[in-house]
Each structure stands twice: as C-alpha cells, then as structure tokens.
C-alpha cells in the first residue's frame, strides 16, 4: 500500500489483481467429465483375486475308508451325463493345453468330478469363501467319497476365484499356472482325469474348483 502526500487525493490507491480470463465453455466441461471419471475410477471395485494352496492325496488308510463309503453314499447315478458350462469346459481344455504345451498326457473329462467340482464351487459361491473344507466340515477326500468319486489312487483340488476380471476363467487358468503348487497338480504326469466347476456368487465374484484323480 502506498500513500501519496502531494496529492490532493491523499487515499491510498490499491491495484487490485487483474481477473482471470473466463474459461471457454468445452474446457469447463472437460473439466467437469474428467472429474466425475475419476470419481468413479476411484470409487469402483478393484479387480481381485485369491488362490490357496492344493490338497493333493495318494494311496492311504484315509483314501481306503473313503473308497468303501463311497460305494455305500453316493448321491448321483453313475449312468446320468453331467451338462458342463461353456466355461467349465474351456478351463478344462486351458488346462490341457498346458499340459500339451509341456509333453503331459491329456487329461480325460470326468462327470464325477464335474459334479464334485461344481457343487463345492457352489458352496463357496453362497458362504463368500475360499476353502476346501465345506460348510459340514467335509475335506476334498470326505466330499469326494459323499459325492460318488470312487476307485482313485491318487487325488488332488485347485481352487480359486476373481472378481472384476474380463476373462475370469483365462485368468484362473493363468494363476494357478503361476503358483508353484497349482501348477504342479495341473502338470502331474499321474492325474488321468479331471473336471472343473464353476459358480457365480451374489457380488460377482466368480469361484472355481478343479479336481483331479489318478485313476
């Protein structure tokens, strides 16, 4: 502030800040959209995904009870087919493709273990959670012998689930081959058959179940 005292007009004389421009109109706009885009970049799900570790079985006292209930608790008719999805079908033969990719036997499909498969990713899909135990407190082996899978020497489950992906069932495929113990059931030169189920739960996330046997 400065004070002139030979002026007549001893007031101090403020030079008050220029205004700035007026923006154009599409640029305010542009403004706005970004923000509200980033707004709701921020505020959505994040793409997520969970895998844990395998349960892999071989020949043992367990496996020779399973067996023996097996034959006295199965629930499904053996002679009925079993209507794969799509996308149970194509996990599989993702699968399979490594396994080709890397010298290993096709594995065959199995309409026992599709229903195995898909009944425990059911149960995930409605609990929102990612075990092999299920709510009945069922194992893979308990599950296996209740669900008809009999006569194996050797077992094994992948499980995982995402959600917010594009290609779910590519991206499963593609984590179970990136972790260690996933991939070694995948590319078990013993298993001989395998199926995978598949379920959707409420908030869209999507569980899988893998399961194989040594037959």
């Known amino acids: 502030m400065t004070f002139d005292n030979s002026s007549p007009d001893t007031r101090a004389r403020v030079r008050l800040p220029r205004p700035l421009p007026a923006l ?3 640029f305010f706009f542009a403004l706005v959209a970004f923000a509200a885009q980033t707004k709701a970049q921020s505020g959505g ?4 995904a969970r895998l844990v570790a395998t349960t892999t079985a071989a020949p043992s006292a367990s496996a020779v009870t399973s067996s023996a209930r097996c034959e006295s608790r199965t629930r499904y008719a053996h002679s009925s087919s079993f209507g794969a999805t799509s996308a149970e079908r194509r996990a599989f ?18 309409d026992s273990l599709a229903r195995m498969a898909r009944d425990h990713s059911e149960e995930m899909a409605h609990a929102n959670s990612l ?3 299920d709510s009945a407190g069922r194992d893979t082996f308990a599950r296996a012998a209740d669900e008809g899978v009999c006569g194996w020497r050797a077992l094994g489950e ?3 689930y995402n959600q917010g992906f594009e290609d ?3 991206f ?3 984590r179970w081959m990136q972790s260690p113990k996933h991939r070694e059931n995948i590319l078990r030169a013993a298993f001989t058959h395998a199926a995978v189920g598949i379920a ?3 908030d869209g996330s999507v569980y899988f179940t893998q399961v194989f046997v040594t037959r």
């Open 168 to 170: 779910p069932v590519a």
């Open 200 to 202: 959707k739960s409420a």
């Open 172 to 174: 499963a495929v593609e």
């Open 131 to 133: 075990t092999h135990q």
């Open 24 to 26: 154009p109109l599409f």
């Open 93 to 110: 033969d993702l699968v399979n493709r490594e396994r080709a990719a890397r010298g290993e036997a096709q594995l065959a499909w199995d």
């Open 45 to 48: 799900a994040r793409p997520v």
């Open 158 to 160: 992948n499980i995982a």
